[in-house]
């Protein structure tokens, strides 16, 4: 069992770019969540997604930011026309069903320069 | 707007001494998470505190967690250098048909020889 995984790690975008990341949740969980990181900041939740639904896009920036978990393959975060105050640590959790725990993935470190 | 609000945010201290971590929240939540974030690593659940009362406790980490007065707290004991980290908590919220983690801004601790 792999765990939640993410990729790129690392990524790195000029300006004005689009970023695209990636979050393949543990097998047999159809639960995603996406969370995002400032530096010395705690986590802030994104969005909630099911397979092919968005159930929460709450914390999403109206702008620019988008999220699918289609029926097959990961879940993807993409950022249009990055920006330097994108630039964070992006983490995906996933679980199974509702109220039965998460687990995150590795992140992945998203710099704009 | 849920708040969830740790101090201190930074603690220093030395190897051997023992101290508390507090979390408190501003709504009525069944679950509530500690983890742990090592520099430019993922989290790592320490706890899941899952009612009123609730003590758990895992090597030299306790946490527990009071849902009438909304606190939860992680006591370190006898402290060692590697409880080094960044300790989160984080509060579980569910509303209509979602569900997703609150964190606080998280506790750096630097154990000192």
């Known amino acids: 069992n792999a765990g939640v995984m993410q990729n790129p790690r690392h990524l790195v975008r000029r300006r004005g770019q689009e970023a695209r990341l990636r979050c393949s949740p543990m097998k047999g969980h159809s639960h995603v969540y996406w969370y995002r990181q400032l530096p010395e900041e705690g986590l802030k939740f994104m969005v909630y997604l099911q397979k092919e639904n968005i159930i929460d896009e709450s914390g999403m920036p109206k702008e620019r930011f988008s999220a699918e978990f289609p029926k097959e393959g990961p879940s993807i975060l993409r950022i249009q026309q990055v920006v330097r105050g994108d630039s964070a640590a992006y983490f995906c959790?996933?679980?199974?069903?509702?109220?039965?725990?998460?687990?995150f993935g590795s992140g992945t470190r998203l710099t704009v320069v | 707007e849920l708040k969830v609000e740790q101090n201190p945010l930074f603690l220093s201290m030395q190897e051997g001494k023992n101290y508390t971590i507090y979390c408190n929240y501003s709504?009525?939540?069944?679950?509530l998470y500690w983890y742990r974030q090592d520099p430019g690593k993922s989290l790592e659940s320490l706890f899941v505190l899952l009612s009123n009362g609730a003590v758990k406790q895992e090597g030299r980490l306790m946490a527990s967690l009071d849902t009438k007065a909304r606190l939860s707290t992680l006591h370190i004991t006898a402290a060692v250098h590697d409880l080094s980290a960044t300790y989160f908590c984080?509060?579980?919220?569910?509303?209509?048909?979602?569900?997703?983690?609150?964190f606080g801004k998280g506790t750096k601790l630097t154990v000192n020889p």
């Open positions: 709504t009525t939540s069944d679950r």
């Open positions: 984080a509060v579980d919220i569910k509303k209509g048909g979602s569900e997703k983690l609150v």
């Open positions: 959790a996933s679980s199974p069903r509702r109220a039965q725990g998460y687990t």
